[in-house]
C-alpha cells in the first residue's frame, strides 16, 4: 500500500486495488489513535472513522 504523506504521525495512504465493484476514489488514515477512510470526490468526507475524535 503506497504512503501517500505523513502528518503528526498519521499514516495516509491508499490501496491501488481494492473494492469489487471499485469504490470512489479515497485514502485510508491511519495512527496509534485510531484508523479513518475519506472519501475525496466529490469533495472530503469521512466515510468512516474508529479512535478519532472531531
Given at each position: 500500500?503506497?504512503?501517500?504523506?505523513?502528518?503528526?504521525?498519521?499514516?495516509?495512504?491508499?490501496?491501488?486495488?481494492?473494492?469489487n465493484?471499485?469504490?470512489?476514489?479515497?485514502?485510508?488514515?491511519?495512527?496509534?489513535?485510531?484508523?479513518?477512510?475519506l472519501?475525496?470526490?466529490?469533495?472530503?468526507?469521512?466515510?468512516?472513522?474508529?479512535?478519532?475524535?472531531?
Amino acid at each position: 500500500m503506497p504512503v501517500v504523506f505523513r502528518y503528526k504521525g498519521i499514516r495516509f495512504f491508499f490501496y491501488s486495488n481494492e473494492g469489487n465493484p471499485r469504490e470512489k476514489m479515497h485514502i485510508h488514515a491511519e495512527s496509534g489513535a485510531g484508523e479513518a477512510k475519506l472519501w475525496l470526490y466529490p469533495e472530503v468526507s469521512i466515510a468512516d472513522s474508529a479512535g478519532y475524535n472531531r
